[in-house]
C-alpha cells in the first residue's frame, strides 16, 4: 500500500496529468516474475495523486519543467537501501519518459524524489488501522487462497507468500525452516511467513 503525491511545476505540460499517473501506477506495480493477482491488488491499494501547486519557487532555469514526488508506505518496507534505489530510479525514469528529452532528469536535478515511511498503525483502511504485515497479507491472501502452484525456473525459487520467483544466487532474504530454506522478494513477505509459523496464544 503505497501513495505517490507527485507536483508538477507550471512548465509541465497540462495534457500529462493523467497519463503520469497512469504510468506511475503501472511502474510501482509490475514486476516480472509476479502473480496477477498480487499485482492487481497491489494496484487498488496504491493511489497516484497529481498536484499543481498554486506557487512553485526554486532556483534554477525557470523554464525547465520540475517534479516532486512523495512516496509514502510502510516504515518496515522503506527502511531498506533496495527500496530507495529502486524507488527513486523507477519515479525518475517514469516521469523522464514523458520529457521531450528522457536523459534530462538524469542531468539535471529537477525531479527530486522523498520517501516517507510510516510508523505501524499510522495507516488505515477498511476504517482500521492496520500493520505492514496486514497489508502483505490484503495483497497476496487471494494468490495464496488460490492454491495456485508457481512452477520456478531453473536457478530460481518461489516466494512462498506472494508467489514471485526469486533468483536464488542473489536472494539476500531467506528463512530456514524444518530444513527448508525458503526464499523472499521482501521483508514483508518473510515476515508475514515467519508469523504464520509461529503458535497461535
Known amino acids: 500500500m503505497m501513495t505517490v503525491e507527485l507536483f508538477l511545476s507550471?512548465?509541465?505540460?497540462?495534457?500529462?496529468?493523467?497519463?503520469?499517473?497512469e504510468r506511475l501506477l503501472r511502474t510501482l506495480t509490475t514486476e516480472?516474475?509476479?502473480?496477477?493477482?498480487?499485482?492487481?491488488?497491489?494496484?487498488?491499494?496504491?493511489?497516484v495523486v497529481v498536484h499543481r501547486p498554486a506557487a512553485w519557487a526554486t532556483g534554477g532555469?525557470?523554464?525547465?519543467?520540475?517534479?516532486?514526488?512523495?512516496?509514502?508506505?510502510?516504515?518496515?518496507?522503506?527502511?531498506?537501501?533496495?527500496?530507495?534505489?529502486?524507488?527513486?530510479?523507477?519515479?525518475?525514469?517514469?516521469?523522464?519518459?514523458?520529457e521531450p528529452d528522457p536523459a534530462r532528469l538524469a542531468r539535471e536535478p529537477h525531479c527530486v524524489v522523498q520517501?516517507?515511511?510510516?510508523?505501524?498503525?499510522a495507516l488505515g483502511v477498511l476504517g482500521a488501522p492496520?500493520?505492514?504485515?496486514?497489508?502483505?497479507r490484503m495483497?497476496?491472501?487471494?494468490?495464496?487462497?488460490?492454491?495456485?502452484?508457481?512452477?520456478?525456473?531453473?536457478?530460481?525459487a518461489v516466494d512462498p507468500v506472494c508467489g514471485m520467483t526469486v533468483e536464488i544466487a542473489s536472494a539476500r532474504i531467506r528463512l530456514t525452516h524444518d530444513g527448508v530454506e525458503h526464499y523472499f522478494c521482501a521483508p514483508g513477505c518473510r515476515k508475514v511467513f515467519a508469523e504464520d509459523l509461529a503458535p497461535a496464544d
Open 10 to 21: 507550471p512548465t509541465v505540460p497540462a495534457t500529462v496529468d493523467a497519463e503520469l499517473a
Open 32 to 47: 516480472d516474475g509476479a502473480p496477477e493477482q498480487v499485482l492487481g491488488k497491489a494496484r487498488e491499494l496504491t493511489h
Open 61 to 98: 532555469p525557470g523554464d525547465r519543467p520540475r517534479y516532486l514526488a512523495r512516496v509514502t508506505a510502510p516504515g518496515a518496507w522503506v527502511n531498506s537501501p533496495e527500496f530507495g534505489a529502486h524507488i527513486v530510479s523507477a519515479l525518475t525514469s517514469t516521469i523522464a519518459g514523458t
Open 115 to 121: 520517501i516517507v515511511g510510516l510508523r505501524e498503525h
Open 130 to 136: 492496520v500493520t505492514s504485515g496486514e497489508i502483505v
Open 139 to 156: 495483497m497476496t491472501r487471494e494468490f495464496r487462497d488460490s492454491g495456485v502452484t508457481v512452477e520456478a525456473p531453473e536457478g530460481y
